[in-house]
């Protein structure tokens, strides 16, 4: 908490590198003096001023990194694209965790000595009037767009035969759900691949519960323990490999912890030691509440962070997560007692427990029961609270005058709860009307009309039973371009372009998707724990594929007829309001 916030990276290329520093001032403090603070830790690196452990602590987090990444494809093919545009022989690109552990405190001096001197570039941001650009409009014919033509190359690829994938689902051998005590369940997955551990233990309350739990998140990671200072803690995570977090979210809670298995009963003895035995002096606290205070200033000034808070009141009203905040007169008198109660009090309500790893369950449950030992019933917890988008006789529009370059515009009304049988017909929806650019709303605002730098739909699906749903459209456009953007946008939702030709290109997707894409052993529970929130009885997908098969355009364009035309529109605008043409917009 010496700055606001701070960090470090590189950047290493085949001719030259980079290494980054940056930080943000807290209130009354200068870049100047952020700036010295950054270069105090460099010089702290050159004269050696780091204990010895780390190196052998940076080398594990490397080699946890790499193996968490191997789980994928995408990075597998990444190493070897590394490779090959460094020009790497691929033994040496292999072989670069075994160079690092070879590696001396003396090693990381000598380098640090030899690249970090006087050559370097300093930027300070600083708050103030800016003149824009004032560009006149030009005036763009619309392009006739065929989406029914393709290259002589795509031709090609299309036309080679392919042995089709068959769908692989989740079934009963893939995980188990292990009642552990009254009021918690264990669900346990086993990792094939490797011995890396992932556990979280979840419980439904959040901060539409109590809001106070958002600000008790950021004390607990600024916390130490009674064994521990917060420096220390921090230390003893490194020192093991291991990874501690809390997250409160709307409804639930997480905490989280990740590492290697060897050390799985080490870092669990430490996470329930962090939790049952917070510790911070009241000036920690003062100090992130003055924080807190300046980033509630700062998104103010953010064109984005409008956006966010504006479509989130245009959606939901005084319901708006940022009407929930806690006021600023009352977060002087909050206590670091109270915060910490406020974490450890939800282990004492019912809650799930998540294990992603290669010990066997009979050892978690062990582990559990040693230094998670449950005495007495848990209180069951707060009712799940749904949050209700406000439904509208006509179109309204809401704007926050920003002077900006841009305008960012979401259009959206509230749909009906989730249904089941609708998922097929949204799928197919969403694919065909905004897929990128093969989607219509990319291709009739951007590309054809110009009127767009971004621009996407999506009819998104309730979380759970029983929650809604909700059409959304967004564009990001130039500002004097805000009224045909709109009314471009309005017209692709009441009158939706009918396409057998498209339709059956999003088929092969929905299908082909169906074919190709697996839950990942580490995605299993959270896979099974969200079929379980829309009460559905074992992996939906295997239906879902069937149904995909046999879906009609005229089953799509009926969900169109009856969910999307027609519907009165929630607008928000955050944009200049002098360049945005208010009259034509209300028009």
């Known amino acids: 908490q010496v700055v606001r916030a701070a960090g470090s990276s590189p950047l290493a290329s ?37 204990e010895d452990w780390i190196i052998p602590a940076i080398v594990t987090d490397f080699k946890k990194s790499e193996k968490a990444q191997l789980e994928a494809n995408t990075a597998r093919a990444g190493i070897m694209r590394s490779a090959f545009t460094e020009h790497a022989a691929w033994d040496y690109a292999v072989g670069q965790l075994d160079r690092m552990g070879a590696r001396s405190k003396a090693d990381v001096v000598r380098v640090a000595n030899e690249y970090f001197g006087d050559d370097m570039v300093v930027g300070y941001r600083l708050d103030g009037e800016h003149g824009l650009a004032q560009l006149d409009k030009p005036a763009l014919d619309p392009l006739d767009i065929d989406t029914t033509r ?48 992932t556990f979280s233990i979840s419980v439904d309350k959040g901060r539409i519960h109590e809001e106070r739990l958002g600000l008790a998140a950021m004390l607990l990671d600024k916390s130490g323990t009674v064994l521990f200072s917060a420096d220390e803690l921090s230390k003893q995570w490194y020192r093991i490999g291991s990874d501690f977090g809390f997250s409160p979210g709307s409804n639930a809670s997480s905490f989280s912890l990740s590492g290697l298995d060897d ?56 319901q708006s997560p940022y009407r929930r ?36 369950s009979d050892d978690v449950l062990a582990a559990l029961r040693e230094y998670h030992p449950v005495r007495g019933g848990l209180e069951e917890p707060p009712a799940h609270v749904f949050l209700k988008a406000r439904e509208t006789a006509e179109t309204e529009i809401y704007l926050v005058s920003k002077e900006a370059a841009q305008a960012q515009i979401l259009i959206e ?112 529970l959270g896979a099974v724990r969200s079929w379980e929130l829309y009460e559905l009885d074992g992996d939906p997908r295997k239906s879902r594929f069937e149904q995909a098969q046999t879906v009609q355009l005229a089953d799509m364009m009926r969900f169109h007829a009856d969910e999307i035309h027609g519907r009165p529109k929630r607008i928000s605008i955050v944009g200049d309001k002098a360049r945005i043409g208010m009259d034509a917009v209300a028009a």
Request: aromatic content about 12%; overall charge negative.
């Open 14 to 50: 085949n001719d030259y590198g980079a290494q980054y520093l940056w930080g943000v001032p807290k209130e009354g403090q200068t870049l100047a003096e952020v700036e010295s603070l950054l270069l105090e830790q460099v010089e702290l690196v050159k004269a050696g001023q780091f």
């Open 150 to 197: 393709t290259s002589a190359f795509a031709r090609d690829i299309l036309a080679r035969p392919v042995a089709d994938i068959e769908p692989v689902y989740v079934t009963e051998d893939d995980y188990e759900v292990i009642p552990y005590a009254d009021g918690i369940d264990l669900y346990y997955s086993q990792n094939p691949i490797n011995d890396l551990f």
């Open 263 to 318: 050390k799985f009963e080490q870092s669990l003895a430490l996470m329930m030691h962090t939790i049952r035995h917070p510790k911070a002096a009241s000036d920690v606290l003062d100090e992130l509440v003055q924080i807190t205070l300046k980033n509630r200033e700062d998104v103010q000034k953010d064109p984005r962070d409008l956006f966010g808070m504006l479509l989130q009141y245009s959606r939901y009203g005084d």
């Open 325 to 360: 905040f806690i006021p600023t007169a009352d977060l002087p008198s909050l206590t670091v007692d109270e915060l910490h109660d406020h974490v450890e009090s939800l282990l004492g309500l019912a809650h799930r427990i998540y294990y992603v790893g290669s010990l066997s």
């Open 413 to 524: 009304f509230a749909g009906k709860e989730y249904d089941e049988s609708l998922h097929t017909p949204v799928q197919f929806y969403n694919r065909y009307f905004s897929d990128g650019f093969s989607g219509i709303v990319m291709q009739e605002l951007r590309e054809a009309r110009a009127l767009a730098y971004q621009a996407q739909a999506q009819y998104s699906q309730g979380s759970r039973r029983r929650d809604q749903n909700v059409m959304y459209g967004y564009i990001a456009t130039q500002a004097d371009k805000t009224p045909e953007a709109i009314a471009a946008f309005l017209e692709l939702f009441d009158a939706l372009p009918e396409s057998p030709d498209r339709f059956e290109t999003v088929r092969q997707q929905v299908v082909n998707d169906y074919r190709t894409s697996r839950i990942g052993f580490r995605d299993v």
